[in-house]
């Protein structure tokens, strides 16, 4: 157990809806992040927050936002859905703003259909 | 355009063999690289890593190489067991504290 904890875990959808998935990262970790995987990629670097302020942005689509909370947790929403935005899609917390070993939650598998 | 690559998809070795697996990058103001592991159904779990001002860095039985003339690093696990059997990624980061970027990850099957 990372201590990250992403909800939901599966989530199903149809074209055009909008989603949010929720992200707690383990306790005392200031800095989030967000990755997309889809099938046959990599983990794809979409946004990051360290406590409370985006501190760097990746290929993250403008249909998608996030934020962070005053309470450190993160959501990321995705809007006007399409099919190849299905994926899985983790956040990560780590203790500071540094790069070094990032803690990845489950993931959250989203479906559009 | 991908800066990080795993040129092997999957890979397949005997229980008890050595299991080497590869990665490439092509930037080069990389200077920290990290290997994780993913299981089905799990988050990414930090393996082992290292910095370029080292060429190696052991951790029982796994041990990372870095060839930064070549821009190559390798993951050698001594021996192979079964429940090494999972997806791995290479990750590596510049600087400045860049995000990571992930290779796409090479599928290891450990045969009994």
């Known amino acids: 157990d990372s201590g990250v904890t992403q909800t939901p875990k599966h989530l199903i959808t149809a074209t055009g809806q909008r989603v949010t998935l929720r992200c707690s990262p383990r306790s005392g970790d200031l800095s989030v992040y967000w990755y997309q995987q889809s099938l046959d990629q990599g983990l794809q670097f979409l946004i990051q927050?360290?406590?409370?302020?985006?501190?760097a942005k990746g290929n993250i689509l403008e249909r998608f936002s996030a934020q962070q909370f005053p309470d450190l947790h993160s959501e990321l929403n995705l809007s006007s859905l399409e099919l190849g935005d299905s994926a899985l899609y983790f956040c990560?917390?780590?203790?500071?703003?540094?790069?070094?070993?990032?803690?990845f939650g489950e993931g959250s598998r989203l479906t559009v259909l | 355009d991908q800066q990080v690559k795993q040129n092997s998809p999957s890979l397949s070795v005997q229980e008890g063999r050595i299991s080497i697996l590869n990665c490439d990058y092509t930037?080069?103001?990389?200077?920290?690289f990290l290997w994780y592991k993913k299981y089905p159904a799990e988050g990414p779990t930090f393996l082992i890593s290292?910095?370029?001002?080292?060429d190696k860095n052991e951790d029982g039985r796994f041990t990372v190489f870095l060839n930064k003339s070549a821009k190559h690093l390798s993951l050698h696990i001594v021996p192979s067991q079964p429940g090494d059997s999972a997806v791995y990624f290479c990750?590596?980061?510049?600087?400045?504290?860049?995000?990571?970027?992930f290779g796409k990850g090479t599928r290891l099957s450990v045969i009994a």
């Open positions: 990560a917390s780590q203790p500071g703003g540094h790069t070094g070993e990032l803690f």
């Open positions: 290292i910095s370029s001002i080292k």
């Open positions: 927050y360290y406590n409370g302020e985006e501190r």
């Open positions: 930037n080069s103001m990389f200077d920290y």
């Open positions: 990750a590596a980061s510049a600087a400045g504290n860049t995000p990571l970027v």
